[in-house]
């Protein structure tokens, strides 16, 4: 079902939303039902990026636009649907390079495109809209930042490793220390981010890794002071003190805070002006009121995009 005004609730005016990967994707599949994608801007986390084989890979970007392009691997979250590994299998079996991060045959189309054109002088920005525009996303997707920005893990054990080393070579074994975003003081927010955010009638805070996907694009200078004066709503990556998926009960430690809604809440309290709990967090509810920002508590899981529209109308309507 195709956005359709007669559907709409309300006009919900400019909408802005931070997000990162297989979460934030199955989010927004929810949030384009309900707002004319027109008048949505993503902005998507660039922290996780890595250049494998030569090749410029952005796993968050490229699952918002495999998601909602309709080409995502659908049990997986993320990945091509059909894919095949001829390509992988040739560059282990043949030249023995290793497999730790492989990369499927339709998936290294994204990459060669992007590559080709960063290596033609064309910003990520740019890059990032010729793969959205092949993908047919009617709203803009904009990385945080055209500068190089690297999300890095420092374990307990004294290694400091690419997040993807860590999650998927390492899968989040060992006890983190410490997480930094590497470059990100240097780093300007991409072209129309800070723009978008400023002219936003809503900014919402997708249920993303706090940590790893909505914490680069925080970082970033300049973002927060944008969203001190927006109109701020998240929905919490966490339900009943666990995750839905991914590893953020790993990383949140290493911050101090706790594996909660009103954990997560807290990290972003002085932006928000509402959360949205799951029902099963109805209890902590008063916690999040008592940092000064208005909740709704409705079902968050998202196994179909009629429950993630749902969501994404309860969000666009709190505070
Ligand atoms: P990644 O970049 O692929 O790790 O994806 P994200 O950063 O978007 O998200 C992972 C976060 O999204 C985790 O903290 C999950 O718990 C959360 N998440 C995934 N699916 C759901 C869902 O259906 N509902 C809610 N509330 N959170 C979800
Ligand atoms: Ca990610």
Same mark, same amino acid.
Do not use: C, K, L
């Given at each position: 079902m195709p956005y359709d005004a007669r559907v %709409?609730?309300?006009?919900?005016?400019r909408v802005v939303a931070l997000a990162g990967g297989v979460g934030a994707a199955r989010f927004l599949r929810g949030l384009v039902e309900v707002v004319d994608p027109a008048n949505l801007v993503v902005v998507g986390n660039t922290g996780d990026d890595l250049t494998r084989h030569g090749l410029r890979v952005c796993p968050d970007l490229d699952t918002v636009c495999y998601t909602l392009g309709g080409g995502v691997h659908r049990e997986q979250g993320w990945g091509r649907e059909g894919e095949r590994f001829t390509v992988a299998d040739e560059l282990a079996d043949?030249?023995? &390079?290793?497999?730790?991060?492989t990369l499927g045959d339709r998936d290294l189309a994204t990459h060669l495109v992007r590559t080709r054109m960063l290596a033609e002088g064309a910003t990520l920005s740019q890059a990032t809209a010729t793969i959205a525009r092949a993908w047919k996303l009617g709203f803009r997707l904009l990385p945080m930042s055209d500068d190089e920005v690297t999300t890095r893990i420092v374990t307990t054990d004294g290694r400091d490793l690419h997040f993807q080393e860590w999650w998927? %070579? &390492? %899968?989040?074994?060992p006890d983190v220390a410490e997480v930094r975003f590497a470059g990100v003081e240097r780093a300007r927010a991409a072209p129309g981010v800070l723009e978008a955010v400023g002219g936003a009638d809503r900014v919402l805070l997708c249920p993303?890794?706090?940590?790893?996907s909505l914490g680069p694009i925080l970082a970033v200078p300049g973002l927060r002071e944008a969203l001190a004066d927006a109109h701020v709503v998240g929905v919490s990556p966490i339900v009943g003190g666990a995750v839905?998926?991914?590893m953020a009960d790993r990383l949140l430690p290493a911050w101090g805070v706790e594996t909660s809604a009103v954990g997560v809440a807290s990290l972003y309290a002085d932006l928000l002006d509402g959360w949205v709990v799951d029902e099963v967090d109805r209890g902590r509810a008063g916690e999040v009121a008592a940092l000064g920002v208005d909740v709704a508590v409705t079902h968050?899981?998202? %196994?179909?995009v009629e429950v993630a529209g749902a969501l994404a109308r309860t969000a666009l309507e709190l505070g």
């Open positions: %709409r609730a309300a006009d919900h005016g043949r030249y023995g &390079e290793d497999r730790w991060f998927v %070579r &390492e %899968r989040a074994v993303s890794n706090p940590v790893v839905v998926r991914g968050t899981i998202m %196994r179909d």
